[in-house]
């Protein structure tokens, strides 16, 4: 991302969820492979075409992928978040 104001798209992450060998290569990816800022925009983010990514995967093949987009949602809700909750989800 070379400007802060270019548009954020999650099509590389959604192609690495659906593309992952394992699914542990896929954790080891989406935990250290994107930088904490840029994984969090990516993951809420749309589809360069507009698609939301959770309409794209199936949560019965790609559930890691998904739970990581879920996770960064509840993290950036205005919803409180049980205290509890939220330790074990930023870990």
């Known amino acids: 991302m070379s400007s802060s104001n270019a548009p954020v798209y999650a099509d590389n ?13 896929l954790s080891h990816t989406l935990k250290n492979g994107i930088s904490k800022e840029a994984r969090e925009a990516l993951l809420i983010s749309f589809l360069s075409n507009g698609q939301d990514p959770l309409a794209v995967l ?26 509890f909750c939220r330790k074990d989800l930023q870990e």
């Open 13 to 25: 992450v959604v192609n690495q969820v659906t593309g992952a060998a394992s699914v542990a290569l």
């Open 58 to 83: 199936d949560v019965r093949v790609h559930t890691l992928g998904v739970l990581y987009i879920l996770w960064v949602a509840v993290l950036r809700s205005p919803i409180a978040v049980p205290n």
